[in-house]
């Protein structure tokens, strides 16, 4: 990934987008032939999506240049052992009042989709649940009229209600 990390971001953002899912192509940095390596399997745009400035990506390219990929990475590589150290939050629920959004074409989506069904069972104040037509991973990127919109609304909801408190 650090080869070319301009690339690498590109991809990774691009592939997980909206309009990278939508194209109905079957790559994908979370599953491919793992005698392939991760960036071969990463679709890039004919030019950036909307929701991507030039300016982000040469923001988000200068910071992984600067620190490298290993950390984020480290970050999956060390999930059996979170799980593993927190075995006391099996079956745990959150409390707090909850609004939860995800893009309709959110890889995640589909590989969490018993959470994503089970969500009104584990948020016992779940206030709203909400999937973004069209939308991918990144939706407060290719989203952000509308993930504000629902923000807004939830947190004034709150306050006005007291719930916060």
């Not at 074409?105 to 089970?118: S, T």
């Amino acid at each position: 990934m650090e080869a070319d990390v301009r690339r690498s971001i590109t991809g990774i953002l691009y592939t997980a987008s909206g309009e990278g899912r939508a194209g109905g192509a079957k790559s994908s940095f979370v599953s491919f032939d793992k005698d392939t390596r991760l960036v071969d399997n990463l679709l890039l745009p004919e030019r950036l999506p909307a929701w991507l400035s030039p300016a982000d990506l040469d923001h988000f390219v200068a910071q992984f240049e600067r620190s490298g990929f290993r950390g984020p990475i480290n970050w999956y590589r060390n999930l059996d052992r979170n799980w593993a150290i927190t075995p006391f939050l099996d079956g745990a629920k959150i409390a707090q009042p909850t609004i939860f959004a995800t893009g309709s074409l959110d890889g995640v989506l589909k590989m969490a989709a018993a959470e994503y069904d089970a969500l009104e069972t584990n948020c016992t104040r779940l206030v709203g649940k909400h999937l973004i037509p069209g939308a991918g991973h990144w939706i407060q990127q290719e989203r952000p009229t509308e993930i504000n919109e629902l923000l807004t609304r939830f947190l004034t909801e709150q306050v006005t209600t007291g719930a916060m408190t």
